[in-house]
T-cell receptor
């Protein structure tokens, strides 16, 4: 059973700070990793994906992947109250079907 | 570009009743997913289609759940009979293809409450 582990939180940070969200996974064969944002009562929306070791930056967001340690993280710089949401980590395994597996999500609260 | 459409948005039924959900993916998207998201948890994949073929349905409770995508476009998910623990949001998503880095686009979901 492939697992994606996330701390459910909530993670509370002040406005303007860096929010750091972490995710570990059990399947060493996983190759693609995704971060989705889900506002309360809404559907998930993709923020970033990463499949190479190292960092990937997009605006205020940086995804970090370390396959040897089996973790992936998301950094949000200059956090804003509008970033308050649940952040879902997901992975997909290689092969014929790329079946996605989601973590339970980390709740982030950015307070003014 | 129109997004993923789902209906109904809300449904309340009693246990042992039947219910069906409908999904229309983004035009041209070959891959369609149905997820179940229970409150406080991440989405759990129920079934994945590539065109009108099933790629994975290992987590679909086949004694009560069924899904089809007959013409490789729209899809329906049915629950018969429903149980209390089926109360959840049912999300449909689509992506261009099966490649591991393809972006999934989610519909608004159907909120099901089983009484």
């Amino acid at each position: 059973q492939k697992e994606v582990e996330q701390n459910s939180g909530p993670l509370s940070v002040p406005e303007g700070a860096i929010a750091s969200l972490n995710c570990t996974y059990s399947d060493r064969g996983s190759q693609s990793f995704f971060w989705y944002r889900q506002y309360s009562g809404k559907s998930p929306e993709l923020i970033m994906f990463i499949y190479s070791n190292g960092d990937k930056e997009d605006g205020r967001f940086t995804a970090q992947l370390n396959k040897a340690s089996q973790y992936v993280s998301l950094l949000i710089r200059d956090s804003q109250p509008s970033d308050s949401a649940t952040y879902l980590c997901a992975m997909s395994e290689p092969g014929g079907s790329y079946i996605p597996t989601f973590g339970r999500g980390t709740s982030l609260i950015v307070h003014p | 570009e129109a997004g993923v459409a789902q209906s109904p948005r809300y449904k309340i039924i009693e246990k042992r009743q039947s219910v069906a959900f409908w999904c229309n993916p983004i035009s041209g998207h070959a891959t369609l997913y149905w997820y179940q998201q229970i409150l406080g948890q991440g989405p759990k994949l129920l079934i994945q289609f590539q065109n009108n073929g099933v790629v994975d349905d290992s987590q679909l409770p086949k004694d009560r759940f069924s899904a089809e995508r007959l013409k490789g476009v729209d899809s329906t998910l049915k629950i018969q009979p429903a149980k209390l623990e089926d109360s959840a949001v049912y999300l449909c998503a689509s992506s261009l293809d099966l490649a591991g880095h393809e972006t999934q686009y989610f519909g608004p979901g159907t909120r099901l409450l089983v009484l």
